[in-house]
């Protein structure tokens, strides 16, 4: 019979790139203190990365060395393992929408789900949790520039929404328009401004 350790193994060669290994979705191979001490050994081995508590990575080997899997690639995977929403953070939206070249030093994300940090490597990679409204429309433009608007705050967002305006299609300005009010009142206010003045 097969290892515990050489079983997990075998697990994680076979799931995509940055999907992260948890005990839970091996208790069909052993008991859970028998998972976690054959994770725990993996890890200290160098054969899973640890990237937070009780999640684990297959570092990605190439021929230049082995590497942590990308932190989009992470992030994605998580985001499906747990069902939580995650999205790039406000900084990063804004200088994605072109409001700032302020280039965020850090890797954060919002999520639906607790706050976490989690470790790729040498990289860390935080989550915050956020409330709902500041996830809304993940993965779309509309999205993004609500999330980019929060992290401007209420003087500069009248501003950045003429930006908006200009640069958005009419289609993602409109769709940004209708979540008005979904959002807090600083934002709606500002967003019918712009949109009908």
């Known amino acids: 019979m097969q290892r515990l350790t050489e079983q997990i193994i075998e697990h ?21 203190a028998a998972v976690d001490q054959a994770l725990s050994r993996l890890a200290g081995r160098g054969k899973l990365l ?50 700032t070249t302020q280039v965020p030093v850090r890797s954060v994300y919002l999520t639906s789900g607790r706050s976490r940090k989690m470790s790729l490597g040498k990289q860390i990679v935080e989550l915050r949790h956020a409330p709902r409204w500041q996830l809304a429309m993940p993965h779309r433009p509309a999205g993004q520039a609500v999330r980019a ?24 300005f409109s769709e940004l328009v209708a979540a008005a009010p979904q959002l807090p009142t600083w934002l709606a206010r500002s967003i019918g401004k712009v949109a009908h003045g």
């Open 12 to 32: 994680a060669t076979r799931l995509p790139e940055g999907t992260p290994v948890a005990a839970k979705s091996l208790l069909h191979l052993g008991n859970r």
């Open 50 to 99: 640890r990237a937070g508590r009780g999640v684990y990575l297959l570092p990605v080997t190439s021929r230049f060395g082995t590497r942590a899997p990308s932190v989009e690639q992470a992030v994605e995977a998580i985001a499906a393992q747990r069902g939580e929403v995650i999205v790039s953070s406000g900084a990063a939206a804004a200088n994605s929408l072109g409001l």
């Open 149 to 172: 608007l929060a992290w401007l705050g209420p003087e500069k967002a009248d501003a950045a929404l003429r930006t908006l305006k200009r640069k958005l299609p009419p289609a993602t």
